[in-house]
T-cell receptor, first 108, second 115 residues
Framework: RKEVEQDPGPFNVPEGATVAFNCTYS??????FFWYRQDCRKEPKLLMS???SGNEDGRFTAQLNRASQYISLLIRDSKLSDSATYLC?????????FGAGTRLTVKP | EAGVVQSPRYKIIEKKQPVAFWCNPI?????LYWYLQNLGQGPELLIR????????DSQLPKDRFSAERLKGVDSTLKIQPAELGDSAVYLC?????????????FGPGTRLTVL
């Protein structure tokens, strides 16, 4: 089993749609969780951290479920500019482990 | 403020040749990471430095890969000799605090093609 697994995607959605990604992790002792965004042929950039109580940043909502060992990202009212690959990142001990990413394409 | 700087941005070499990548982290960031990213995959950690000390190099293929961060600032990753399977993007990242609890800032990467 991979340490961090994500929905395989790709997700193709129309503008304005709501889309959700899930990510599961294997290490129950994982301490911190993040979602990064990576545009085509660009470097990953932090989208948001994921807190135990869940957190929201505009149209983006992140949730953590420690019992089931997964995190989620919800995007509401999708924009064309949201098209990218979304990487789930889990801190396992002192190192970050990245998922393979889920590709999102938002279409007009 | 300048971000993480990497050079070169692109490198094409023939197999069995050596290659080196350079990274200058954000000023004041003591933690530096080297990652490898294959197409369609997430970044995979190769090595992590806290200042000049390599605190995790368990994923670094030591038979052909080496890295250094002599003064605890910029870093070099070397491959000698390169193999066809080494073709990938090599990303450098830095963070302010150790332990992976802090945001990592990535450089633009070096895209390596081995022919």
């Amino acid at each position: 089993r991979k340490e961090v697994e994500q929905d395989p995607g790709p997700f193709n959605v129309p503008e304005g749609a709501t889309v959700a990604f899930n990510c599961t992790y294997s290490n129950s002792a994982s301490q911190s969780f993040f979602w990064y965004r990576q545009d085509c042929r660009k470097e990953p950039k932090l989208l948001m951290s994921v807190y135990s109580s869940g957190n929201e940043d505009g149209r983006f909502t992140a949730q953590l479920n420690r019992a089931s060992q997964y995190i989620s990202l919800l995007i509401r009212d999708s924009k064309l500019s949201d098209s990218a690959t979304y990487l789930c990142v889990v801190n396992m001990g002192n190192d970050m482990r990245f998922g393979a990413g889920t590709r999102l394409t938002v279409k007009p | 403020e300048a971000g993480v700087v990497q050079s070169p941005r692109y490198k094409i070499i023939e197999k069995k040749q050596p290659v080196a990548f350079w990274c200058n982290p954000i000023s004041g960031h003591n933690t530096l990471y080297w990652y490898l990213q294959n197409l369609g995959q997430g970044p995979e950690l190769l090595i992590r430095y806290e200042n000049e000390e390599a605190v995790d190099d368990s994923q670094l293929p030591k038979d052909r890969f080496s890295a250094e961060r002599l003064k605890g600032v910029d870093s070099t990753l070397k491959i000698q000799p390169a193999e066809l399977g080494d073709s990938a993007v090599y990303l450098c990242a830095s963070s302010l605090d150790p332990g992976g609890l802090d945001t990592q800032y990535f450089g633009p990467g070096t895209r390596l093609t081995v022919l």
